[in-house]
């Protein structure tokens, strides 16, 4: 069983950065893959990262790439996602899952084992 908290949401003006973390627990954590997901007011839920249970292969959405990073730190648990030169699109709520077998490149992630409950990202203009 895993748990994940994120935490490092909050207001910023467009253009500016955050670092959303997602701290886990369980035993197993190490050897899952995690990913990011976001769901704006009004739409579906998205991808937006993922990486392996390593933390070495890590795959993108168009609308992040070269805007975001997603790490993971199997030493201490956490999931990190920076997200550089935000936009205003990019105001949602971010989930944090992982799941032993299934790196999502893409969707809303619906093969995820487990979630988080999600933070606040509201970026201005």
């Known amino acids: 069983q895993v748990q994940l908290e994120e935490s490092g949401g909050g207001l910023v003006q467009a253009g500016g950065s955050l670092r959303l973390s997602c701290a886990a627990s369980g035993r197993t954590f190490s050897s899952n893959a995690v990913a990011w997901f976001r769901q704006a007011p009004g739409k579906e839920r998205e991808f937006v990262a993922s990486?392996?249970?390593?933390?070495?292969?890590?795959y993108y959405a168009d609308s992040v790439r070269g805007r975001f990073t997603i790490s993971k730190v199997n030493a201490k648990n956490t999931v990190y996602l920076q997200m550089n030169s935000l936009k205003p699109e990019d105001t949602a709520v971010y989930y944090c899952a992982a799941d032993p077998k299934s790196i999502p490149l893409s969707g809303a992630g619906g093969g995820m084992t487990y979630w988080g409950k999600g933070t606040l990202v509201t970026v201005s203009s």
């Open positions: 990486c392996d249970w390593s933390g070495s292969d890590k």
